[in-house]
């Protein structure tokens, strides 16, 4: 009744719900991916959005160069993407694990400019097309569900809770917790902490590269897909604080949510609804909502 | 790769000398800037092809007339305002630049449009898409030449209620550009007796439309206006494809879609769409001779309404120059611009209006299915021709100072 | 430390003198943007360099600042001082709004807040109808200054763009060398410390993060003065890294580093405007290069070099990019 007053009928709030949750699935993924590289690492990788459409475009190179389906993408983008960030850490980020924090976020930032320029540079920037490999749908009675959308809300949350449970649950884990905690006294139990570090960094660009490759079939592959995303990325983390792994997970989708419903009911304020909540967020409990005070 | 090939053309322009030099030109040369992007999001529809097509209109101006030094350079705007007007600034202050041609973007244009005029030189506009140029930003040293946004929404628009297409639901992006569309096609719509029975306005950019193209389906309106450009506009497409928004009845209608948008969604996405254009290289003996050698040097592509456009403009105005003997005074070109009739292999007959505006007939055009096309670039059915004297927005309803 | 300042007002005045002749052999309004974007880069340096807050939202002061200056004096028919003022106090407030809300994180939370916030500003300012949308506001007239001196030909304002310039460096250089700017320095070096001191170390924060934004704003209200347009590439996040990038490249922390990396990087996208994405790519690489081989920047790494010969004054050296440890 109250949906009627507002002049939407449930049936159409349930759909645009389950919309901003598969949305959301993208903000998930992308802040746990940030959130991994930030916990165990200190850095905030500015490179993520670009990391993400590198795995969007070696979706479509595997497609057009190599002949490789959907399938194959979404194991081995994310895998050569992650093999260039663990590049990346090594030649680069590992260098300045001794300074001020803010020139990692610099470094990445500048890494960020040169990959999109590059890409601008070699596909122009009105996008490439990437046919969906799972075409057709469903009528739920409420709305019309694309199977791959549905694919993709439950594929990263499968991805997104692996992830937590490997990383507080295991004993892999456990060990790279206690490294953020006391790298020396990890090192000295005999674990090549820089090693684990580069994993780490590998990992996270790997799930940024994995969110590249779900989108690219409902997106076009753009050069410039991630440069904006990356911002708003960057909100739903300050949102939930960068404290827990379930944070950044329990945060994207929630976000993702809030952003479908104002869709709905007030569209224009869309694309700075999450940037409302940051401030809001920000001045009742600045740590974020997930995060411990410092 | 890409570097190394900009760089050798980047400086070195085009030099035309056919034997003797006769005409008086300001300063011995006529020199023409191809202002467009290079690399961004309409690098396809204008970028290096327009700056081709301008080079080809001066060598086949000067197979047939004995012409001075010609010189053709270019520059990206990179759809920036504040950078494109910094180019033509020093174009015209510093590199002596006479005319300034191309400008998609109308942000740009609107930019260039007003340099040009305090410079006293000449603006030919193929590129751009806002009315205002020859509206109530119009200037007498500016030719608009291709389309328009009002063309563009009173040729779809129109055509679309007259064959059923009755009730409309816009997906508008939010900014003036957006609105300035919606408002057009609206306007067109209802008096052309449809119905507007919703309206969405989508930030923007967007990526995701998912949840603004599932309000369109719920609207239960006939035909989906995409008042939006660009990415938005191919990914609203893409989209709306992925819901089943074409195959549950509804129709799309594109509002700015060029042949490169198509092109780049394929036709399996594309099809049905429906969109007004200037010029299409498929529609006859000339244009199909033009189409080949272009694509012969442009990677393949065919060329957009846009670079043709561009070829049309520059033809004509080496003609004004030939006669006046002098392109000193851009006022006055472009005054002799608009009084001879205006004739090329592409564009065939029309004229310039006193407000800029130059007319044509437009054409309405359909994608085809996959099925019926017959390879690659074969895109379009002409479904209607509008009339070169109904094509454009009358001349007393632009609120132009120079006609009055 | 009187040897010091003596030395930077004689810098100062050598490059005014430069500045005065300039025009004679190099394109006006190049000039005037390389001045703009100098100030808005020095008014970065201020937060970054003197109280150690990167901010990765200053387009926001820059841009909006640019808007408002260029709709009051197209709109409304102000004079250009007023609608400069106008820019340049708008800039202040929404520096004390986004200060209040940013300051309450430090480091890299900082920086994103900075950066979130400013995006929010830019959507704000592709929706609003006054901006004109991405037409921007064109064609804005140059009327005389204070209803008296001529600004239409390029020559004269660029005069005019030079002593607003010259004023703002002062403010600045005032600034730094004030028991304000010391206090500020402090905080850089040690909060904990300055907190322990007595200071009310977010209060001296705000002011810095205020009197940062409003002289964004006055180089930004200026720059759309000089071109005739604000548009929204202003706002833009990616203005926001040139301006990192101007000060990481001159040297953050130093007197003149701002000045220096501006004027390089807008040579560099002079030169290179017509090779498009090429210029982000070489802007990029600057970026890593700087980071990972000399991050004093140009000027910092010159006063390094000189202070190998002379023994360092202590508190003029320039920001211990190397020296602050990780938290």
């Not at chain 1, 200190?42 to 490789?68: C, D, K, P, R």
């Not at chain 2, 190394?4 to 800037?33: F, N, P, R």
């Not at chain 2, 399996?268 to 007004?276: C, D, E, N, P, V």
């Not at chain 3, 064109?138 to 204070?146: G, K, S, T, V």
Request: proline residues 4%; aromatic residues 12%.
């Amino acid at each position: 009744m109250i949906f009627e007053l507002l002049g939407v009928p449930p049936q159409a709030l349930f759909g645009q719900l389950l919309l901003g949750l598969i949305n959301g699935a993208f903000y998930a993924l992308l802040s746990l991916g940030l959130a991994v590289i930030f916990g165990l690492m200190n850095v905030i990788n500015f490179t993520h959005g670009a990391q993400y459409m590198m795995g969007a475009f070696a979706s479509w190179m595997l497609l057009q160069y190599a002949g490789i389906p959907y399938w194959g993408a979404l194991v081995l983008a994310p895998i050569i993407i992650g093999a260039t960030g663990v590049i990346i850490e090594r030649l680069m980020i590992s260098r300045l694990y001794h300074l001020d924090h803010l020139y990692g976020l610099l470094l990445t930032f500048g890494l960020a400019l040169i990959i999109e320029g590059l890409f601008r540079q070699q596909y122009g920037s009105s996008g490439l097309p990437y046919a969906n490999p799972i075409p057709g749908g469903t009528n739920l009675g409420f709305m019309f569900l694309p199977w791959y959308r549905g694919w993709v809300v439950v594929f990263s949350l499968v991805v997104c809770l692996a992830t937590w449970f490997m990383i507080e649950k295991t004993k892999l884990g456990s060990y790279l917790r206690a490294a953020t905690e006391r790298p020396d006294l990890v090192q000295a139990f005999g674990i090549n902490v820089p090693r684990m570090i580069t994993l780490t960094y590998g990992f996270g660009v790997a799930l940024a590269a994995l969110a590249g490759v779900l989108a690219a079939p409902i997106y076009s592959v753009n050069p410039i897909m991630g440069a904006n995303l990356i911002i708003v990325v960057f909100a739903v983390v300050v949102i939930g604080g960068m404290g827990s792994i379930m944070g950044a997970i329990i945060t994207g989708f929630a976000l993702g949510i809030i952003e479908g419903l104002t869709k709905v009911f007030y569209p224009e304020a869309s694309n700075t609804v999450i940037f409302v909540i940051m401030a809001i967020v920000l001045m009742i409990r600045p740590q974020g909502l997930f995060g411990t005070p410092k | 790769m890409r570097l190394t090939l900009k760089l050798a053309t980047a400086g070195a322009a085009l030099l035309v000398s056919a034997g003797m030099a006769q005409a008086e030109y300001s300063d011995g040369t006529i020199k023409i800037g191809v202002l467009n992007d290079q690399s961004g999001t309409y690098a396809d529809l204008s970028g290096q092809g327009s700056v081709w097509a301008a080079r080809k209109a001066v060598e086949d101006f000067c197979k047939t007339t004995t012409c001075g030094k010609i010189e053709v350079v270019f520059a990206d705007h990179q759809n920036k305002p504040d950078i494109g007007s910094n180019v033509a600034r020093q174009w015209f202050d510093v590199d002596k630049v006479d005319v300034i041609v191309d400008v998609p973007t109308s942000s740009v244009a609107l930019a260039v449009n007003t340099i040009a005029k305090d410079k006293n030189k000449v603006f030919l506009n193929s590129g751009a898409a806002t009315s205002d140029l020859t509206g109530k930003a119009c200037s007498p040293n500016t030719v608009h030449w291709t389309y328009d946004t009002w063309a563009l929404a009173n040729g779809t628009g129109n055509a679309i209620v007259k064959t059923g297409g009755d009730s409309w639901f816009f997906l508008t992006a939010d900014y003036a550009f957006g609105h300035a569309l919606e408002r057009d096609t609206e306007a067109v719509v209802v008096k052309s007796g449809g119905k507007v029975v919703g309206k969405v306005r989508h930030p923007f950019p967007a990526q995701d439309f998912s949840s603004f193209l599932l309000q369109a389906q719920a609207s239960k309106a006939k035909i989906i206006g995409l008042a939006n450009a660009g990415a938005d506009t191919t990914n609203a497409i893409k989209q709306a494809a992925e819901f089943g928004i074409v195959q549950g009845g509804q129709n799309l209608a594109g509002l700015l879609v060029f042949i490169t948008d198509v092109h780049a969604l394929g036709l399996k996405t594309a099809q049905g769409l429906i969109f007004t254009e200037a010029w299409y290289w498929d529609q006859n003996d000339a244009n199909r001779a033009f189409a080949k050698e272009f694509g012969a040097a442009n990677k393949g592509n065919m060329p957009t309404m846009v670079q043709a456009g561009v070829y049309s403009a520059v033809t004509h105005y080496l003609k004004a120059v030939h006669e006046m003997k002098s392109d000193a005074d851009g006022a006055a070109v472009v005054a002799k611009m608009k009084s001879m009739p205006t004739e090329d292999k592409l564009f065939g007959k029309g004229s310039i209006r006193k407000d800029g505006r130059k007319i044509h007939d437009m054409y309405l055009f359909e994608v085809k299915k996959p099925e019926e096309s017959k390879g690659a670039w074969d895109y379009y059915k002409q479904r209607a021709v509008i009339p070169a004297a109904e094509a454009f927005r009358p001349e007393a309803e632009g609120d132009c100072p120079l006609v009055k | 430390m009187s040897g010091t300042k003596n030395k930077d007002m004689i810098v100062f005045w050598a490059l005014m003198a430069i500045g005065l002749v300039a025009p004679l052999v190099v394109y006006p309004v190049f000039l005037m943007k390389v001045l703009c974007f100098a100030l808005f880069a020095l008014a970065f340096n201020l937060l970054v360099g003197y109280v150690g807050l990167l901010s990765f939202g200053h387009a926001m002061f820059f841009g909006f600042a640019a808007y408002i200056s260029g709709y009051t004096v197209k709109v409304m028919g102000w004079n250009p001082e007023l609608g400069i003022l106008a820019g340049t106090a708008c800039a202040a407030v929404m520096g004390l709004v986004t200060g209040l809300l940013a300051i309450r994180r430090q480091g890299i939370y900082f920086a994103m807040v900075t950066l979130a916030l400013s995006q929010m500003v830019f959507f704000f300012c592709v929706q609003a109808k006054f901006t004109g949308g991405e037409d921007g506001i064109q064609a804005i007239p140059r009327r005389p200054l204070f209803g008296v001196i001529d600004t239409t030909s390029d020559v004269s304002f660029y005069y005019v763009v030079l002593a607003i310039f010259a004023i703002g460096f002062l403010i600045i250089y005032r600034t730094i060398h004030s028991p304000f700017g010391q206090v500020m320095k402090a905080i850089r070096e040690n909060e904990a410390r300055a907190i322990s001191l007595g200071y009310a170390v977010d209060a001296f924060k705000l002011i810095a993060f205020v009197l940062s934004a409003s002289l964004a704003g006055l180089a930004g209200a200026l720059k759309s003065l000089v071109f005739q347009l604000a548009s929204l590439t202003d706002v833009t996040w990616q203005m926001s890294g040139e301006v990192v990038l101007m000060t990481l490249v001159g040297g953050m922390g130093t007197v003149f580093g701002p000045i220096l990396g501006a004027g390089i990087i807008i040579a560099m996208q002079d030169k290179l405007a017509s090779f498009g994405e090429w210029v982000l790519v070489i802007q990029g690489v600057i970026f890593v290069i700087t980071v990972l081989l000399f991050r004093r920047g140009i000027v910092g790494e010159f006063i390094a070099f000189l202070n190998r010969f002379n023994p360092p004054v202590a508190h003029d050296a320039p920001a211990g990019a190397e020296a602050r440890p990780a938290e």
